[in-house]
């Protein structure tokens, strides 16, 4: 699977850049010759447009795995896999509760994604701690790489299921139970796949273990473009849910109806939805209606009921409650809602001197988007996350990029941090 290590490798979508120009060669070129090992496992092949396909326990997901397994032994790393499903690889050191620091992302996509959402964190973890050998450092503390299983929640329709088992916010029955498009049960895929299901569920003890954890990952909008920042620091995940709301009408003849009779119930969502609009850009919120039932949807008769769903987000939670309250008078009914994640105020404060000392300033954002170092701080795991610049904003598609400069510098913030965290003191 693609070039050995040190052949000086460069990834179709890194040619024309070369390690020697980034702030460490040495992380730069690990970075491409891994990357470039990776490429072909569910890749696009010979039209970038296609981007990166690698639903959870596929058999790209599993070429992955063992690509992961066999990286990290390369680095002398135990590697295992926990009880929920995701590989650990332990440079382990005597410890005790709360004494190992650990990093990672995970390798899985969603359907034609873009090749940095996931893999940038996992590639970029390894580069740190083989460059933490070069320097030839001994952790004073346990230091792991997690590879998170399905964290898109591409193939069972839930995301973040491999740390929602491991934190136990996803009850196990009911994430070995969820279904894949082809009807086939997560058990007997993940059985299939090797893995062994007697024990599978939460673990509070790894997670009790646990000091710090940081994540890297390609940031999924814009704002560190839009600054001329190639790192960020996550603050906080913005708070985010669905809601619903049934609009009625009167069903009757499409052609005997004159208009001025009418009650007509997707015209009236029509109009809704162009409100949502509104209210999200006076808000300064995110408002999207992806999704509309309406019945009973036959050509010729007037809409009698339509059923929407509002995605609702904003950086914090009064400006969420005040878009909603101007939903108020069509009754929305909540059917989920997370609230706002503040990242651990020390691993963000160590992260924002790293970053000020590898690349001379610090810039921290909040994040709209669902991470696994989200749910882990939620479940009590102090967290932090590295975001690195997204050149065209776009994510979740195979137009989502990040130079082979701006990975480097990340992944620079990443060794710096680790180092502090895990010298002997
Ligand atoms: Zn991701």
Redesign the pocket.
Known sequence: MGAPRGSGAVPRFWQGQTPKTTLDPALAGDLCAMFSEIEGVGGPGEDPSRGYTRSAWTAQDLALRDWFARRAGSLGLRVGTDSAGNQWAWWDSPHGPRTAVTCG??LDSVPSGGAF??PLGVISSLAAVASLQRRGLTPSCPLAIVNFSD??GARFGIACVGSRVLTGVLDAERALGLVDAEGREAREILREAGQDLSAYGADPELLASIATHIEL?VEQGRALADKGAPVGVATHIWPHGRWRIDIGGEANHAGTTPMGDRDDALVAAAALILRVREIALARGARLTVGRLGIEPGATNVIPSRVRLWVDARAGDSATLDAALADLAEWSPLNESLTPATSFDEDVRERLCAASTRVLGAATAEGTAAG?DSGILQDAGVPCGMIFVRNATGFSHTPREYATLADCTAGAAVLVETLEERTRAR
């Open positions: 992302s995970h959402d996931g964290e898109e990952h991470h």
